[in-house]
C-alpha cells in the first residue's frame, strides 16, 4: 500500500477569536501562551489518540510551530484570528465532502476563493494566504505501509512489520510546518513580514483503524492582513 502526503500553497495579492463556536475555554488557553510554553506541556507531548483526535490541539500546535518559526526569525508573531480558522475548517470540510484537495472550490462557487471563503466567516483583509497539508499522523512517514485486519480494526505495519505509532501533537505541527518551510511558496507565507493574524484549522481522520488505508491529517492555514495593519 502506498501512503500519500501533499502541501499546496496559495499566495493572496490583495482578532482576536470572537463567539467560540469550536474552541474551548482551555483551548483559547493555550492560544495565548507562548510557543516554548505550550511544546512544554504534556497534553502537546501526549500521542494523538487515533480513535478520539483532538483536532484543536493539532490546530494550535501548528499555529506555535509557525510562530515559533517566526521568532528565530526575528519576525512579529501571528495573532490568533477566529474569522480566519472558521474559513480553514469550511475548506477542508469542503474537501473532504467533494473529494478534492487543493485551494479553489469548483464545487460550491460562493466559496471558491480563500478570499470569498474568508469573507464569508466576517473576515476583511487587505491580504490573504493560505497553506494546506495532506498528512498521515505517524511518526515514520512512510510511502509503503502493511497493514493487518484483527478484532474488527485494521493496524498499520511499516515494511519491517513494525508498528506505526502516532505522532505527538507537538510533533505533528512542527512536522508540517517544516515540510510548509521546505517549500517555497509555504515558506514565503510562513515567513512573510506584512502578514499579521493566522488561522488554523486541522481535521484528523476519526475512521483510523476502520479502513485499511492510512488515516489523513487535513490542515489549512489561513493568513491576513487587515487594512491598517500595513504601515
Do not use: C
Amino acid at each position: 500500500m502506498k501512503g500519500l502526503f501533499f502541501i499546496l500553497a496559495f499566495l493572496g495579492s490583495f482578532g482576536v477569536f470572537g463567539e467560540k463556536k469550536t474552541f474551548t475555554d482551555d483551548d483559547l488557553n493555550y492560544l495565548y501562551i507562548s510557543p516554548e510554553e505550550f511544546f512544554r506541556l504534556e497534553e502537546a507531548n501526549q500521542s494523538i489518540n487515533l480513535y478520539s483526535p483532538d483536532n484543536n490541539m493539532a490546530s494550535i500546535s501548528i499555529f506555535h510551530a509557525t510562530n515559533l518559526l517566526r521568532q528565530k526569525r526575528g519576525l512579529n508573531p501571528l495573532k490568533p484570528n477566529y474569522e480566519l480558522h472558521m474559513a480553514g475548517l469550511s475548506h477542508i470540510e469542503a474537501m473532504q465532502r467533494y473529494g478534492f484537495f487543493g485551494h479553489f472550490n469548483n464545487y460550491d462557487t460562493k466559496n471558491r476563493t480563500i478570499r470569498q471563503r474568508v469573507e464569508n466567516q466576517g473576515g476583511q483583509f487587505y491580504i490573504v494566504a493560505e497553506n494546506l497539508a495532506k498528512v498521515h499522523p505517524f511518526q515514520i512517514k512512510t510511502k509503503n505501509y502493511r497493514y493487518r485486519y484483527r478484532n474488527g480494526n485494521y493496524f498499520y505495519y511499516d515494511m519491517d512489520n513494525r508498528p506505526l505509532q502516532p505522532m505527538s501533537y507537538g510533533q505533528l505541527g512542527k512536522s508540517i510546518v517544516t515540510d510548509w518551510y521546505n517549500s517555497k511558496g509555504h515558506r514565503q507565507n510562513l515567513l512573510d513580514p506584512e502578514l499579521t493574524y493566522l488561522g488554523v484549522a486541522v481535521e484528523i481522520s476519526p475512521s483510523a483503524y476502520q479502513q485499511s488505508s492510512l488515516p489523513d491529517v487535513y490542515a489549512a492555514q489561513e493568513f491576513g492582513t487587515r487594512y491598517g495593519d500595513l504601515r
